[in-house]
């Protein structure tokens, strides 16, 4: 931190390419020669005009993530991973995935010439599974969810000497993800929006925001103040609800998890408390929705605004008008959601609509 206040002021971004390596000097990477990149980040911050005069409100915002290589938010950590590993002359990974975190992982490899291997449920988006595929990753279709794809990962990582990059069990993914907050608070003239709305499975893009914020405020960039964080996840899955709910500061692992929103579908969070942390110091606070309400949002997104989000990404919007009618949130709190994936690798869900 030390280093990158004397080396960079918050003017010296806009003069720099768009895109998350823009914020280099606070990324792991040590040698820009390592960085491996496939032009993600720099994500459009969207006003919402029609669904703000829908829902009679002053402010929402989409971050829109699905604009990303591979089609979502992942693309951010796995970046960062990878060009980590690299730079540590590490030459094979492993990751248990809902989804698009293996997709992601299997073509940044393919990119940096990495070996992949990727354990990913079988009722995991077809796109997700293609796309490991294609970029020639050891894609292993578990029947299972995401927690038994992380025993089998580990095994063979025990096994053959893989190195593991599950969710928050390596520390660059989150890395890769806080630059989303340096984003939120650039194109907002570095400020904070009041309310963040994220749909919530291993956590790391609010962990990693989280994070962003902090470090902001100590380069003196920000103020103290902070968005209120806000988990949404399904009903059908929601252990960090429940948890948020109960006072408790882990969350029990949720039995018979099921919904569309495959990447929120994580049945327990190695960083359940960091996440919990953030909601409850924030003010902010945790829900579910409905995969009827996702649909319905995923609709609402497309039509009004021309956003056709991923069902994780319209669970935001979904949370946002339960949010309004039970009050929690007020028609001028400025609110951005955080729409993380595209639906165009989600034809599954989208058909029956
Ligand atoms: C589109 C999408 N949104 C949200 C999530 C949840 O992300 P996190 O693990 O950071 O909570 C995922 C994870 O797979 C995802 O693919």
Redesign the pocket.
Known sequence: MDAARREVDPAAFARRPRGMWRYFELLPVRDEANVVTLGEGGTPLLRAPRLERAHDARAILIKDEGVNPTG???ARGMSAAVSRAKELGLTRLTVP?????GGALALYCARAGMEAHVFMPADAPEANKMEAAIAGANLVIVNGLISDAGRLSRERAAEIGLFDVS?LREPYRVEG?KTMGYEIAEDLGWRLPEAIV?????????VGMWKAFDEMERLGWIGPERPMMIIVQAEGCAPLVRAFENGARHAEPWEGASTI????R?PS?VADYLILDAARESNGTALTVTDAEILAAMRELAETEGVWA?P??AATLAGYRKLRASGFLAPETETLLLC??SGQKYMEVVAPL
């Open positions: 979502t938010f992942k995935t809902a989804g698009n975190a969710t993800k994220y749909p919530t499975g291993g956590g790391t893009g609010i929103a495959s990447g929120i994580v969070a991923a994780e990404a993380t994936g």
